[in-house]
Structure formats: C-alpha cells, structure tokens
C-alpha cells in the first residue's frame, strides 16, 4: 500500500469518526443503600447524556467471588455484562451493579433460594435490591415499572429470588448459568415476571440436566434442570403454546446457540430459553472473549451473539 493510499483512508476514518460525534461513555459512581443488614454499597452508572424524567434500571449480579467492578469491567478481564454500560449510553438507562456478602469461604456471593448451599451469606440480599431501587425511585431517576435484573451463575440464582420476591415486582430478568433451586426455602413463585434463561449444555459448574453445584471440590446445593426452570416460568407466566425455535447464526464449529420462545402473544408475559449448545460456564459475548485457561475451568464460551444486548432487546420487545 502507498503512504499516499494510508493517508487517504486513515483520513476517511477520521472524517466517519467526526461524523458520529464524540466517544461517550456512561459514567460510573459509588454509591450506597441503607438496608437491614446495615449500609450496603453499590456502583451506579449513569449515562453521558441524561434523558429527563424517569428512566428504566437493571440490576446487575455477580457470581459467586466476583464484584460489582468485576462485571462492570473494572478488573482488566473479560466483563461481558460490562456491555451494559454502552446500552446504558445508547438508551438512557440506568445500571446498578450490586455487590454480594462474604460467606463461609470468604468470597463474596448472594442468598438464593438453595436451603443446601451452606455457604450462602445469611443477609437479606431481597431487601438490598429493594434498597437500592427505592433510593433511585425516591430521588426521581427511576421509573419503579420498569426495572430489571440480570445476573451471572449465583448472581443468576439470586435473580431467580428477586424476580419471586422482590416488591414491586421485577419487569424482566435474565439469569445467565443458573437456574431454579431443587430444594428450595423460598415460597413457590406466583406473579408473572419476563424471563430470560441462559444455559450451556457443557457447563462443568452448574449442570443443565440438574443436581448439585460444584465449585471446586465443594458442592454448592442442588438445582433443578434447564428445562424444569424453564417450565416452572413457562408456568408462572402461563405462556402455553407450542415453541418458537430459532438458531442463532454460527460463527464456530464449537458452540451454537438456540433460541426457544414461549408465549409471544401481545400482553402475555413470555419466556426466552437460550440453549448454548457446547457451551459453558459463562456469558456469551461477541466482544468480551474470556483467555483460554479460564476456559479450562469454566468450559468453551459463545461468541455467536452478544448477551447484554439479547436481554435488552427481551426486556423491551414486551
């Protein structure tokens, strides 16, 4: 290539870059909520440009020894729910990524519904949320009907519990590699919630097919399958009807993606399974790409579509 060719295109860059006006990106506080269980923090991220009036928040929840500056990608490693922060630029929205407790093994996590996952912190994490969203509502940023959650492997689980318990009730979530606890010290689920189940058929940690969570050596309490989770939500949000399925267009021979929709129909609350054929322990991403000895550990992640993005468009298309 010419120096004369380079400069032409590096100036056509520059030209398409002006043209789409500055960079931005959403702007990142700590914060904290007053909750039984004493002062708990948080981090919120608030977009660059700031629509007026109430605007929608997505609560976003950890794994079990992660952060709330670990999923907004904080930490230099790969963040796949920090995508959140973009969509929070691009739509007007708020995101509050909450930090779990520490248990019996030291590693911060959440309180879900596993009566036998023994290392679960004894706080009251249903309250937090509650805490962190009224804060939000009393000062006037948030709009209380429109409130989401996202969470990843026992942040999932504790979405699970938010979506059952939590008041006013959740619009929509998504739980990415974690699913319905088998024996259960909640109360059985009875108000309709959007929900949006993300399971890999590899996953070393939390089973598809059910039965115990291992981390490590230890067992961290028994869940259902993904596709007992995904009836029993089938089930709440009475979305009967037979599936829509589609595949997610395959960009590697080692995972795929299936969607499977339910109860589509206008007004009725709907269920989203996505099936990560060969997939593992971990968010799927497009951008955020995990290195290959975390892969060892977790199992192969998906990289046909980008996570974030799928439980936005889910959360909205309502």
Request: net charge neutral; glycine share 10%; with cysteine.
């Amino acid at each position: 290539m010419t120096p004369r060719r380079s400069l032409a295109i590096m100036a056509t860059w520059l030209l398409a870059a002006l043209a789409a006006g500055p960079v931005v990106a959403a702007s990142v506080t700590a914060e904290q909520a007053a909750t039984p269980d004493g002062t708990r923090p948080f981090l919120l991220a608030r977009p660059a440009s700031q629509p007026a009036g109430r605007r929608p928040l997505v609560l976003l929840l950890h794994g079990h020894g992660g952060s709330a500056a670990q999923v907004l990608g904080r930490q230099r490693s790969a963040a796949p729910m920090s995508v959140w922060l973009p969509i929070a630029d691009r739509e007007g929205l708020l995101v509050a990524a909450l930090d779990g407790s520490r248990a019996g093994d030291g590693q911060p996590g959440w309180a879900d519904c596993r009566r036998d996952a023994t290392g679960n912190p004894a706080v009251n994490d249903v309250a937090y949320a509650e805490a962190v969203v009224k804060r939000l509502v009393d000062e006037g940023e948030v709009d209380p009907a429109r409130v989401y959650a996202m969470g990843m492997s026992n942040g999932a689980m504790m979405v699970l519990r938010l979506a059952q318990e939590m008041s006013p009730p959740l619009a929509g979530f998504a739980a990415v590699s974690g699913l319905m606890a088998s024996d259960s010290l909640c109360q059985p689920a009875t108000r309709a919630v959007p929900a949006m189940i993300v399971a890999g058929t590899d996953d070393p940690l939390v089973p598809i097919a059910g039965g115990q969570v291992h981390f490590g050596r230890s067992l961290r309490g028994g869940v259902l399958s993904a596709n007992q989770t995904v009836e029993a939500w089938r089930g709440i949000n009475q979305a009967g009807g037979a599936p829509r399925v589609s595949a997610v267009p395959a960009t590697e021979r080692d995972t795929r993606v299936e969607r499977i929709a339910f109860g589509s129909q206008t007004g009725t609350a709907r269920v989203l399974f996505l099936r990560v054929e060969g997939g593992g322990h971990v968010e799927p991403s497009t951008s955020q790409r995990i290195g290959r000895l975390y892969q060892r550990l977790v199992g192969p992640q998906n990289h046909d579509l980008e996570v974030a993005e799928e439980a936005w468009r889910f959360f909205v298309s309502r």
